[in-house]
């Protein structure tokens, strides 16, 4: 867990990422990155269609990379992760696993480079990943919460789980569904903004 005395570092880290945004160097450093390495590839189509279908349209997957060369010195940290528009990987990843990661990809965008500390933060939170599951989450809709009121990593997993039920469930209009399908109604109004 994080105590709020251990966080008095992110915001000289945030204010440096914002910077470094205005400067461009989150596309320098992926081109670079283009031309070092291998490994790296755009979505697929089917790739696209699967987060088209559940995000929507959204203007900056051609821009999105998928990376499984460097994953191996991360690999016993994570199965994959997020650095601006290129998810990482080691070897495979699941559809459910690029619906948790475009989310990543999605805040990088709503908010630049600083989605990093704050998903770093969220998973040393006493949270991390958990949101209560679907009962919490049908009360918290009741009670107004939205999906931006959730640590970066409980708004991912959000959506992975909205996936993974979707895919699972015999009716498509179960009501354990209505909050997971109300917060994804409110990343995509946000995402026709930007």
Same mark, same amino acid.
């Given at each position: 867990m994080i105590s709020k005395n251990r966080t008095w570092w992110l915001w000289p880290v945030e204010l440096i990422l914002l910077i470094f945004d205005i400067m461009g160097l989150p596309d320098f450093i992926m081109q670079a990155r283009l031309i070092t390495r291998?490994?790296?590839?755009?979505?697929?189509?089917?790739?696209?269609?699967?987060?088209?279908?559940?995000?929507?349209?959204?203007?900056?997957?051609?821009?999105?990379?998928?990376?499984?060369?460097?994953?191996?010195?991360?690999?016993?940290?994570?199965?994959?992760?997020?650095?601006?528009? #290129? %998810?990482?990987?080691?070897?495979? %990843?699941?559809?459910?696993?690029? %619906?948790?990661?475009?989310?990543?990809? %999605?805040?990088?965008?709503?908010?630049? #480079?600083?989605?990093i500390t704050r998903a770093l933060k969220a998973q040393k939170s006493l949270e991390g990943y958990q949101y209560g599951g679907p009962e919490v989450l049908y009360h918290n809709m009741l009670s107004g919460k939205s999906i931006w009121q959730y640590n970066y990593e409980q708004q991912a997993q959000i959506m992975q789980d909205l996936f993974d039920m979707e895919g699972t469930m015999s009716s498509t209009t179960d009501i354990s569904l209505t909050s997971y399908r109300m917060l994804l109604n409110e990343v995509r109004a946000t995402l026709l903004n930007i």
């Open positions: 291998s490994g790296i590839r755009t979505l697929s189509d089917r790739e696209k269609q699967l987060i088209s279908d559940v995000y929507g349209e959204l203007s900056f997957l051609d821009n999105v990379w998928m990376n499984s060369s460097d994953m191996f010195k991360f690999r016993k940290f994570a199965h994959a992760f997020v650095f601006h528009d #290129s %998810i990482n990987f080691h070897n495979s %990843i699941t559809d459910s696993v690029i %619906i948790h990661e475009i989310m990543h990809v %999605i805040q990088y965008h709503l908010v630049g #480079s600083v989605y």
